[in-house]
């Protein structure tokens, strides 16, 4: 049967996987492999597809910015840890992060800061571990073709394309899953074995709740969003709504306005939550929400989260919109 989904493959999912641990075994050449694993199913699969070419000479660095959903780092940690037997390096930055961020609100510029430091602090750990081998990280195709590279225009720098600073530390960069969508790198992460559980996990981006935050970051701005985040997604799949999105979250879009608590005025954030469905993460549609599902979260929201009067649902396809707001 053919994919519903748009493909770059040339073979099948099981003959990709194994070109992709040759390529990785070949280029890496005995060198140490440095992979930066966000605990998304993108680098989830980079990272063991690496472990199976080179096996104790794959390092896994996971970065917490501080931009992570509500208990993510944690989450990541125990999975890679426990779970896979993957050497991991846990990197607690986010005073670091919205320190270089401070005062930063133009989001292509947000995402160039955040893509240098990433790879400032994989050279830091690289050069801690001894020698400098090679740099992996989870790069999928709507990442490369949105950065306005491969001859696209650009809508976006993703901080792992267009946010890679011209001079880094190491002997290269590998990129596996470069030429594949998103669902082409779920199939792969059941040929490899992962969890379906895991395999299946919405995306999240790599510059984290730093893209769902508009405008200058700061680290009440980040817990607002990351605790109307947790209600959202804790409500949407307690429903059993979850299925019909393929990514589904809250943002902070910046925005205050005038509201009513406790008989007083107050004058407090905007939530906007937002759920698609899509087959590429090229284009993408609204999922209808059930209007007394929304009322409930909008409820829990508003009332849960101190700082939040007022929630939308973004009805927005893509095209004319991207799925983030950043």
């Given at each position: 049967m053919k994919p519903t989904f748009k493909s770059n493959l040339t073979t099948s999912i099981d003959q990709f996987v194994a070109d992709a641990i040759n390529d990785i075994k070949k280029r890496s050449n005995g060198k140490p492999v440095l992979c930066a694993l966000s605990g998304g199913v993108d680098s989830a699969v980079c990272a063991v597809m690496a472990q199976k070419a080179v096996g104790d000479k794959l390092t896994c660095i996971f970065?917490?910015?501080?931009?992570?959903?509500?208990?993510?780092?944690?989450?990541?940690?125990?999975?890679?840890?426990?779970?896979?037997?993957?050497?991991?390096?846990r990197v607690n930055a986010e005073a670091r992060y919205l320190k270089k961020l401070k005062g930063v609100t133009e989001p292509e510029k947000k995402r160039k800061i955040i893509g240098e430091e990433f790879i400032r602090i994989f050279e830091e750990e690289a050069k801690k571990l001894g020698e400098v081998g090679y740099f992996m990280q989870g790069t999928i195709y709507p990442d490369v073709s949105e950065s306005g590279h491969d001859g696209h225009k650009n809508v976006k720098s993703h901080h792992n394309v267009g946010?890679?600073?011209?001079?880094?530390?190491?002997?290269?960069?590998?990129?596996?899953?470069?030429?594949?969508?998103?669902?082409?790198?779920?199939?792969?992460?059941?040929?490899?074995?992962?969890?379906?559980?895991?395999?299946?996990?919405?995306?999240?981006?790599?510059?984290?709740?730093?893209?769902?935050?508009?405008?200058?970051?700061t680290k009440e701005k980040c817990d607002i969003v990351r605790e109307a985040d947790a209600i959202f997604t804790s409500e949407l799949e307690a429903a059993g709504l979850s299925e019909q999105a393929k990514q589904y979250f809250a943002m902070l879009p910046n925005v205050s306005s005038v509201g009513v608590r406790n008989s007083a005025r107050v004058y407090e954030q905007a939530i906007v939550l937002r759920a698609v469905h899509t087959t590429d993460f090229v284009s993408a549609s609204v999922v209808p929400l059930p209007y007394e599902f929304l009322a409930k979260v909008v409820n829990r929201i508003t009332t849960e989260v101190k700082g939040v009067n007022r929630v939308v649902y973004d009805l927005t396809p893509k095209p004319s919109g991207t799925i983030e707001w950043e």
């Open positions: 970065v917490d910015t501080g931009f992570m959903r509500k208990g993510e780092g944690d989450f990541v940690e125990k999975l890679f840890k426990e779970t896979h037997s993957i050497n991991l390096i946010g890679l600073p011209d001079i880094i530390d190491f002997k290269g960069i590998l990129e596996p899953l470069r030429s594949l969508y998103k669902e082409e790198v779920r199939a792969c992460a059941v040929a490899l074995g992962l969890p379906k559980e895991f395999a299946f996990r919405q995306p999240f981006p790599g510059p984290g709740l730093a893209v769902r935050v508009l405008g200058e970051l």
